[in-house]
């Protein structure tokens, strides 16, 4: 847990601003944390789903519009 020596508290990690200030005081207390492989993974997952349904929608709606 990362410790602030101008506040005198200790800080939850899921606490520290994105690069790794005091919420209180903004010093830089921590390391900013890397983004996890699984979730680029997920993020690149999710946008081929939703390109693919979404051709899927354009096809589906120039064969039923007449």
């Not at 005198?8 to 200030?21: D, I, M, V």
């Not at 005081?25 to 690149?44: A, D, Y």
Request: charged letters at 20%; proline letters at 9%.
């Amino acid at each position: 847990m990362p410790w602030c020596d101008h506040c005198r508290k200790f800080e939850e990690p899921e606490a520290l601003g994105k690069n790794g200030e005091c919420p209180t005081c903004s010093e830089i207390i921590g390391e900013p944390r890397p983004v996890p492989w699984h979730f680029k993974l997920l993020v690149v997952a999710t946008i081929i789903y939703l390109g693919f349904r979404l051709i899927q929608g354009i096809v589906w709606l120039s064969q039923h519009i007449h």
